[in-house]
């Protein structure tokens, strides 16, 4: 039960050792963090399982794991080593370029990013217990997290205003990225739109799919918000970024390279915490803002170069 | 009445909708109120610790002080529920596989807790449990649940599953291992309601 807390990357046991102290309430395992990642290029895969175990050992709060997007074998590992929840993240490269992993056939739960609501609808109808944004992931650059929330929270307002039949159109289009694969093949031999009755994903018809999107849209529309929980991820850097996604809805807070690339690593760990559990008040936030040395390095998201922006993967 | 919930971490939002619920289903007048606040402890009859993590709940009553007023208030006998996480800070003792354990509890009901003692998430599950003066058996919900391994005198066991308490009662205080929360059942929330008119 993570809501209203903070999960932080970490890459070893001393660095999870020092989220938990700070009151992480997860901790989410991986190789390198994000900003590492982007510096290294290359290819990001599944970390090594022995750097999990040594996580799953040294803390008593959730672990979660990151996976490729679409990596199922990769996700079994995490799941028969015990990880608590799985993140099929976009900030390791893509395994499958069409489709993501059918996480109705795991029992541990699964965390995925969104960029808009169709992809946070697709990821839930596919199984995911918890969505986040993704932001651009090792920037230490809020704005895309913020640009995801907005576009969230904007799409939830307008469904509470269409009718049926643009509801309709609506989970229509949502649901046409199941097709991806099925559109792919059609090109070469003919140009007809894929049919409601074909098998497109998880064995199951676009129209399944289909049907699935609508519901969870109708869920969407009834409860105002999404039903599961929606965290804030990608570039959160400071406590004051923390409080910002707090204070647009969101239930929770991944910080990624945010607290192992500043200078004061515990200290921005406490203090990212400390800002999350009291978001709305200016006097705390004030307090534990002050003196925690620099932030990590900020990146302009306009200066990455388009083939860089992890956020447009797997949507 | 009005039922406080600690507001800190965890599953705060599912404890006000199950709270509304039981007062509907009692057919009493009830509200519930969010605690974040050491001012937020006045006035209110009862306080819910939900479900969330224990190190983390713990670190933000010790910064906010609510840790001494809420121990203060209960030793006093103001009505108190902890479901899961909540039961480990209610606990007076703690056992942890963890070389340091981090999580400080309010230490204020004679039970023993062991945290994540049914494993990891993988190892969560529902059970059907027979709970003292309910009619009908219980659906519970145990999610990285801890256990109560013992109690003192003065606490009575309200339910066993393979040998384990998994809820009990010390005068006023009601502690849990599953999520009462999680489910449609209003049944525990209503016990609490009880305790709380009987206080």
């Known amino acids: 039960?993570?809501?209203?807390?903070?999960?932080?990357?970490?890459?070893?046991?001393?660095?999870?050792?020092?989220?938990?102290?700070?009151?992480?309430?997860?901790?989410?395992?991986?190789?390198?963090?994000?900003?590492?990642?982007?510096?290294?290029?290359?290819?990001?895969?599944?970390?090594?399982?022995?750097?999990?175990?040594?996580?799953?050992?040294?803390?008593?709060?959730?672990?979660?794991?990151?996976?490729?997007?679409?990596?199922?074998?990769?996700?079994?590992?995490?799941?028969?080593?015990?990880?608590?929840?799985?993140?099929?993240?976009?900030?390791?490269?893509?395994?499958?370029?069409?489709?993501?992993?059918?996480?109705?056939?795991?029992?541990?739960?699964?965390?995925?990013?969104?960029?808009?609501?169709?992809?946070?609808?697709?990821?839930?109808?596919?199984?995911?217990?918890?969505?986040?944004?993704?932001?651009?992931?090792?920037?230490?650059?809020?704005?895309?997290?913020?640009?995801?929330?907005?576009?969230?929270?904007?799409?939830?307002?307008?469904?509470?205003?269409?009718?049926?039949?643009?509801?309709?159109?609506?989970?229509?289009?949502?649901?046409?990225?199941?097709?991806?694969?099925?559109?792919?093949?059609?090109?070469?031999?003919?140009d007809d739109e894929t049919s409601a009755d074909e098998i497109v994903f998880g064995g199951r018809k676009m129209a399944d799919w289909k049907a699935d999107v609508k519901a969870i849209l109708i869920e969407i529309r009834d409860l105002g918000r999404l039903p599961v929980v929606n965290f804030a991820a990608g570039g959160i850097a400071t406590p004051a970024d923390a409080s910002l996604m707090m204070s647009m809805g969101c239930d929770g807070v991944f910080v990624g390279s945010g607290i192992f690339k500043s200078s004061d690593p515990k200290k921005m760990a406490k203090s990212i915490a400390d800002a999350v559990t009291n978001f709305e008040d200016a006097k705390t936030l004030t307090e534990v803002s002050m003196g925690l040395g620099n932030a990590m390095p900020g990146l302009d998201i306009g200066q990455i170069p388009e083939d860089q922006i992890l956020q447009n993967r797997g949507l | 009445m009005i039922i406080g919930i600690l507001d800190i971490q965890g599953a705060v939002s599912e404890h006000e909708v199950a709270f509304e619920r039981a007062f509907m289903s009692k057919n009493m007048k009830g509200a519930t109120k969010l605690v974040k606040t050491l001012d937020d402890l006045k006035d209110i009859d009862g306080l819910a610790l939900p479900g969330g993590e224990s190190s983390a709940i713990s670190a933000q009553l010790a910064r906010l002080g609510m840790d001494k007023e809420i121990h203060r208030m209960v030793e006093q006998g103001f009505p108190i529920m902890g479901t899961c996480a909540g039961t480990i800070l209610l606990a007076k003792r703690l056992i942890t596989d963890m070389d340091e354990e981090i999580t400080v509890p309010l230490g204020l009901m004679d039970i023993t807790v062991k945290r994540n003692a049914f494993g990891r998430q993988k190892e969560s599950f529902e059970h059907y449990i027979e709970i003292k003066n309910m009619d009908e058996p219980y659906g519970a919900v145990f999610i990285r649940a801890p256990m109560i391994?013992?109690?003192?005198?003065?606490?009575?066991?309200?339910?066993?599953?393979?040998?384990?308490?998994?809820?009990?009662?010390?005068?006023?205080?009601?502690?849990?291992?599953?999520?009462?929360?999680?489910?449609?059942?209003?049944?525990?929330?209503?016990?609490?309601?009880?305790?709380?008119?009987?206080?």
């Not at chain 1, 090594?48 to 997007?69: F, G, H, N, Y």
């Not at chain 1, 650059?141 to 307002?157: C, D, G, K, P, T």
């Not at chain 1, 559109?183 to 070469?188: C, F, G, I, L």
């Open chain 1, 1 to 190: 039960m993570q809501k209203g807390g903070v999960i932080m990357d970490v890459v070893t046991a001393e660095q999870a050792r020092i989220a938990e102290d700070a009151g992480a309430v997860a901790v989410m395992s991986l190789e390198r963090v994000p900003s590492d990642i982007r510096a290294m290029g290359g290819v990001a895969r599944a970390a090594d399982p022995t750097k999990l175990q040594e996580i799953l050992d040294e803390v008593s709060i959730p672990v979660m794991a990151k996976v490729r997007i679409g990596h199922f074998a990769e996700a079994r590992i995490w799941e028969s080593m015990g990880a608590d929840m799985i993140d099929e993240s976009e900030v390791l490269t893509p395994a499958d370029p069409y489709y993501h992993i059918d996480k109705s056939e795991f029992t541990v739960p699964f965390v995925c990013g969104c960029t808009y609501l169709g992809e946070a609808v697709r990821r839930i109808a596919e199984g995911a217990a918890m969505i986040r944004t993704k932001g651009e992931a090792g920037t230490g650059n809020v704005v895309e997290a913020v640009r995801h929330m907005h576009l969230v929270n904007q799409m939830i307002e307008n469904l509470k205003i269409i009718d049926d039949e643009k509801l309709d159109a609506v989970a229509h289009t949502y649901a046409k990225p199941f097709g991806k694969l099925e559109m792919a093949s059609r090109q070469e031999w003919c």
């Open chain 2, 149 to 199: 391994n013992e109690v003192g005198e003065g606490v009575e066991s309200l339910a066993m599953l393979n040998d384990e308490i998994v809820i009990a009662r010390q005068s006023n205080m009601l502690a849990m291992v599953f999520h009462p929360e999680l489910t449609m059942d209003t049944r525990i929330h209503e016990m609490f309601i009880d305790i709380v008119l009987e206080i």
